[in-house]
């Protein structure tokens, strides 16, 4: 019978010694704490959606006021269309977020909701302003 390594083919040698090893590897990995396992602290990558986040949902609710506020284009029009009733409700709905929540923020994350109310009421009194004034002919 010929040699396989005379015949040009490579020859795998699996020994004992290998085979613990990647048992013991496997064992290590199984102790580690899972951080990955939590999609709030790693979103899943195949989504590519990023992790929840107080932070992140104040600013889904302001970009939906600032869509009512017209400053947005509207991604069926593609162009701003202003909706106060909208835009109110969704600055309401962040004010009910900080008020339910006064004492629990961190500091970051009460001074972006009390800035992010601050220029949303202040655009919102803007545009109501253009939208009630007087057309000049």
Same mark, same amino acid.
């Given at each position: 019978?010929?040699?396989?390594?005379?015949? /040009?083919?490579?020859? #795998?040698? #699996?020994? &004992? +010694?290998?085979?613990?090893?990647?048992?013991?590897?496997?064992?290590? @990995?199984?102790?580690?704490?899972?951080?990955? =396992?939590?999609?709030? %602290?790693?979103? *899943? !990558?195949?989504?590519? @959606?990023?992790?929840?986040?107080?932070?992140?949902?104040?600013?889904?609710?302001?970009?939906? =006021?600032?869509?009512? @506020? /017209?400053?947005?284009?509207?991604? #069926? &029009?593609?162009?701003?269309? %202003?909706?106060?009733?909208?835009?109110?409700?969704?600055?309401?709905?962040?004010?009910? @977020? !900080?008020?339910?929540?006064?004492?629990?923020?961190? +500091? !970051?994350?009460?001074?972006?909701?009390?800035? %992010?109310?601050?220029?949303?009421?202040? %655009?919102?009194?803007?545009? *109501?302003? *253009?939208?009630?004034?007087?057309?000049?002919?």
């Amino acid at each position: 019978m010929n040699d396989p390594s005379q015949d /040009g083919e490579k020859k #795998i040698i #699996i020994d &004992e +010694d290998w085979k613990s090893q990647v048992e013991r590897e496997r064992e290590e @990995l199984k102790a580690e704490p899972e951080a990955d =396992a939590d999609p709030a %602290v790693n979103p *899943d !990558e195949a989504t590519g @959606l990023p992790p929840a986040s107080f932070l992140l949902l104040a600013t889904t609710l302001a970009t939906q =006021a600032m869509a009512g @506020l /017209g400053q947005l284009p509207d991604p #069926i &029009e593609n162009k701003p269309i %202003v909706n106060l009733q909208l835009a109110q409700h969704y600055i309401d709905m962040l004010s009910v @977020l !900080e008020e339910k929540t006064k004492g629990n923020l961190t +500091d !970051e994350e009460q001074e972006m909701l009390g800035s %992010v109310l601050y220029q949303l009421r202040s %655009v919102y009194i803007a545009v *109501d302003r *253009d939208a009630n004034k007087p057309d000049e002919a």
